[in-house]
């Protein structure tokens, strides 16, 4: 009998790739929410440790952060991570779904995601992340707004040149502009809203 695939967090499975997002959700609420991206799952300790007990490649160990190798690329504070993670959850949920994968959900601690996901939140995380709270709302519907696809693309230009945690310009500039100064209204129905943002991201970064 085939063996039912088993997935952590938000899609990942790390049998087949380990590339991957780690959200890190502390217990205290005013220490802020860590997004890092990651290229392996586990330690070689781990990994010796699995083939010697019951346990599986699934039994989520506790993930070891390395500095020289794991990437941050965001830090947001609780109060702006309890505006998204609801409609995060919501978004990612359906499409998983639609590929007959588990529902995942969000805890204090590690939480894994597959990497096409994660690049779609950080990019939402990094339109938001020096912004005021109210335009928040503005920042979402305009991220629910992109496909899938254009979150990847406009996630590679930026994280190319600015992806850093504390690269807080030129792309990652624009992208605050685009998501966060433009309200969804008629004309954006009208357009392509991808090729809309990004006109306007590069307008508005060009006379800063």
């Known amino acids: 009998m085939t063996k039912v695939k088993e997935i952590i967090g938000f899609g990942f499975d790390p049998s087949e790739s380990k590339h991957h997002f780690l959200i890190l959700i502390p217990k205290i609420a005013t220490s802020k929410v860590s997004i890092y991206e990651r290229f392996e799952w586990g330690t070689l300790e781990d990994e010796n440790a699995l083939v010697s007990s019951t346990l599986s490649l699934f039994d989520e160990p506790e993930q070891k952060i390395d500095q020289r190798f794991d990437r941050l690329k965001c830090e947001l504070s609780r109060a702006k991570w309890k505006e998204i993670e609801n409609a995060v959850k919501t978004e990612f949920n359906q499409r998983l779904k639609v590929n007959g994968q588990k529902a995942g959900s969000w805890k204090q601690g590690q939480n894994a995601l597959q990497r096409l996901l994660g690049k779609e939140l950080t990019l939402l995380c990094w339109a938001i992340e020096d912004c005021d709270v109210k335009v928040i709302p503005t920042a979402i519907k305009n991220w629910q707004g992109l496909k899938p696809e254009e979150r990847w693309w406009l996630y590679t230009m930026t994280n ?29 129905q009208q357009k392509n809203l991808f090729d809309q943002y990004v006109n306007d991201a590069l307008e508005n970064y060009q006379n800063k």
């Open 160 to 188: 190319a040149s600015t992806g850093e945690v504390n690269t807080k310009y030129g792309w990652r500039t624009a992208i605050r502009y685009a998501l966060t100064e433009n309200p969804i209204t008629e004309k954006y």
